[in-house]
């Protein structure tokens, strides 16, 4: 059974910074592009950072700079270190599965709530 499972989230006001992991189960780690994705209330949901198939990052405009993406394959652990958070970043922050080797319609975490006050 396919598992996408991410922690991390809490509450924090702007400029702090928050870590956040998802714990993939199953072969999806290494077949399908790993990725951080974000919807805050009344919006679409939006890519933050992901990895291609061939490891390579790439970032949202308004996450470069501040979020760093990584991961841990021996553990099947994707990370978003998250710094100088704004308000607007307050969304749901899901961990996903997408491209590669991976269906058409991927595979996503069940996210987690990320909320920076001013």
């Known amino acids: 059974q396919v598992q996408l499972v991410e922690s991390g989230g809490d509450s924090v006001q702007a400029g702090g910074s928050l870590k956040l992991s998802c714990v993939a189960s199953?072969?999806?780690?290494?077949?399908?592009?790993m990725g951080w994705y974000r919807q805050a209330p009344g919006q679409a949901r939006e890519l933050v950072s992901r990895?291609?198939?061939?490891?390579?990052?790439s970032y949202a405009e308004f996450a470069k700079g501040r979020f760093t993406i990584s991961r841990d394959n021996t553990n099947n652990t994707l990370y978003l270190q998250m710094d100088n958070l704004k308000t607007g970043d307050t969304a749901v922050y899901y961990c996903?599965?997408?491209?590669?080797?991976?269906?058409?319609?991927?595979?996503w975490g069940q996210g987690t709530q990320v909320t920076v006050s001013s």
């Open positions: 996903g599965a997408r491209g590669g080797r991976c269906p058409p319609s991927g595979y």
């Open positions: 199953g072969d999806i780690f290494s077949s399908c592009g």
């Open positions: 990895f291609n198939n061939n490891g390579i990052a």
